[in-house]
C-alpha cells in the first residue's frame, strides 16, 4: 500500500497547476487518481492501478522515465509508456491539433499489442475522459467543444475505434465498463448534435 501512496503523491506533483478542461475545471489530479480507483474496483493488481494513477505523467508533465522506473519498477514504467501517446508535452496548440490523427493513429496501434492491463489503463482513462466530456457539455452547452484540439466527430469516430479493440477483451475486468462505454458514447453523440 506504500508504493500506491507514494505514487499518488508523485501524481500530485507532477500534475500541480494542471486544470482540466471547462470554465470551472477540475484539478488536474482527479481524472488520474479516478482513473486508479476504477483499476482498483475493477480488481487489477497494484502495479496497474499505480500506471492507471501515473498514466499522464510521461505525456503531459516533466516527469522522467527514470523516476517511475526507479520508484515503481520497470513493469509499471512499461504498462505507462504503453499507455503514452507520442507527442512532447511543450507542444503547442496549434502543434497538438495538426497532429492530432496520426497520434491517434500511433496510439490504436500501440494499444492494440499492449498487454491486456495496459488496454485496461487506456480502456478506464477513456471512461473517465467520456464521463468528464459528457459532464462538460452538459454544464456548458456547445462552448466546451471549442476548448478541444480537434472536432468532435474525429474525436467520437475515434473513440469508437478504441472501443472495438476493448470489445476484443471480453473476458477480462475492464469488460466490465465497454457497455456503458458504449451508450456513453451514443448519449455524447446526441448531445453533441442536438447542441450544434
Known sequence: MTKLYNAIILAV????????????PAPYICHPVFVGMELLRL????????AGILH?????????????????GERVLNLIEAVTEPKNPDMTKEEKRKTWESRKRAYLMQIKSAPAEARAVACVDM????????????????????LFNVDMEKKIKHWQEELDLFAEDANLPHAEIAGKMQKL????????????
Open 185 to 196: 458514447l451514443e448519449d455524447l453523440k446526441g448531445s453533441i448534435i442536438n447542441i450544434e
Open 56 to 72: 499522464d505523467t510521461l505525456e503531459d508533465t516533466h516527469l522522467g522515465k527514470d523516476r517511475i522506473k526507479k520508484e515503481f
Open 43 to 50: 480488481g487489477y493488481d497494484e502495479d496497474t492501478v499505480i
Open 13 to 24: 506533483k507532477a500534475h500541480e497547476g494542471q486544470k482540466r478542461k471547462g470554465k470551472n
Open 127 to 146: 471512461y473517465a475522459n467520456m464521463l468528464e466530456l459528457k459532464q462538460t457539455v452538459e454544464d456548458e452547452g456547445i462552448d466546451a467543444l471549442k
